[in-house]
């Protein structure tokens, strides 16, 4: 059974940190791009940052940029995202998925996790 289990999240001030972790088990995602979505209360599902499956190209959504960053182990099928700078509009369910290529539509996902709250505090 193939599972993309997120772990780290949690309650933090503003201004902190938080890492996230998304570790895959039942097959290797090496080949794979990795990425993190989220979803706040009332809103659609937004795309975060995306690493491709080497770890040498990244894409992440411009209010993230210069506090988020995507990370990979291919060697533990876990992927990260250091989540710097945190603001109260990071809240949300924070997910991980997995696709052949690089994209920043959930529907080009075919592999997700079950999310992990993220809560920022002002």
């Known amino acids: 059974q193939v599972q993309l289990v997120e772990s780290g999240g949690g309650l933090v001030q503003a201004g902190g940190s938080l890492r996230l972790s998304c570790a895959a088990s039942?097959?290797?995602?090496?080949?794979?791009?990795r990425a993190w979505f989220r979803q706040a209360p009332g809103k659609e599902r937004e795309f975060v940052a995306v690493?491709?499956?080497?770890?040498?190209?990244?894409d992440s959504t411009d209010s993230v940029k210069g506090r988020f960053t995507s990370s990979r182990d291919n060697a533990k099928n876990t992927v990260y995202l250091q989540m710097n700078s945190l603001k109260p509009e990071d809240t949300a369910i924070y997910y991980c998925a997995a696709a052949p290529v690089s994209s920043r539509y959930p529907t080009q996902y075919d592999y997700w996790g079950q999310g992990t709250q993220v809560t920022v505090s002002s």
């Open positions: 039942g097959r290797t995602f090496s080949t794979y791009a």
């Open positions: 690493i491709s499956w080497s770890g040498g190209g990244t």
